[in-house]
């Protein structure tokens, strides 16, 4: 853990404030932030649960959260994208999907992000109101049609956990999907900033039933749990961000 904290601090201190402050203001994706964490192991290390990954691999909350603390310190964009891979993860973790947990294990493991695609444009956090619909087919699978809005990191996202409503039954439901897929439309980025903050779509977007996560109360509890803990996050980033200020 002290490893992983000192070398953080040094790849920020070795990028120099001058440079950081130049990628803010240019709005240049971290793309080498990325890369030192995919190197190291970082957010396979810290975000995925005992054996899901190498022996010192664990979710641990207080080691979390000094790594929040120095994100934070250093810029906050830094802070966003290790957030929103924790979000997106959130409902992998609490599914009882093994095949998706060993696979996110694994990307995890290739230096990849998540996202969290919960909010939508025109009901915000109003999760009742979701519009994402997931209709069965015959076939025993489903196809994906809405709008997700304001969703980290689902440019470059491995895995995007998707929160919508099951046609018909209106049952809540949660899955993932692959932002490299021709049915999922990267829209536009909805920030002026190194983050790219998403707006997506879904249309007849195929979702095999291995790619559901859960449904009904499971589902709507997943959500707020995983809002829950990540967004306890925040107050360790403006804690670094004070810090530095």
Sequence with gaps: SRE???????FFEGKGLKKLKAD??????????????????????????????DADTRFDSFRNYHFSEILGFYGLAYWYTWQVTMLGLGPIWMSGNEAVKKKAAELLQQGGIFAFGLSEKEHGADLIGSEMTLTPQDSGAYTAAGRKYYIGNANKAALVSVFGKLKGAKDFVFFVADPSHPKYDLI?????SQNYVAE?????????AEDILSQGRAAWDAS????????????????GMSTHA
């Excluded at 994706?29 to 990954?53: C, E, H, V």
């Excluded at 829950?228 to 804690?239: D, E, R, V």
């Design 4 to 10: 992983i904290m000192k070398n953080t601090v040094a």
């Design 24 to 53: 803010d203001h240019e709005r240049v994706w971290y793309s080498d932030f990325l890369k030192f964490q995919k190197d190291n192991r970082i957010f396979a290390t810290l975000m995925a649960p005992a054996g899901y990954g």
């Design 188 to 192: 536009q980025n909805v920030c002026n």
């Design 200 to 208: 997506f779509a879904l249309k007849d977007y195929p979702v095999a």
């Design 224 to 239: 707020l749990a995983t809002v829950a803990y990540c967004k306890y996050n925040l107050g360790w980033a403006s804690i």
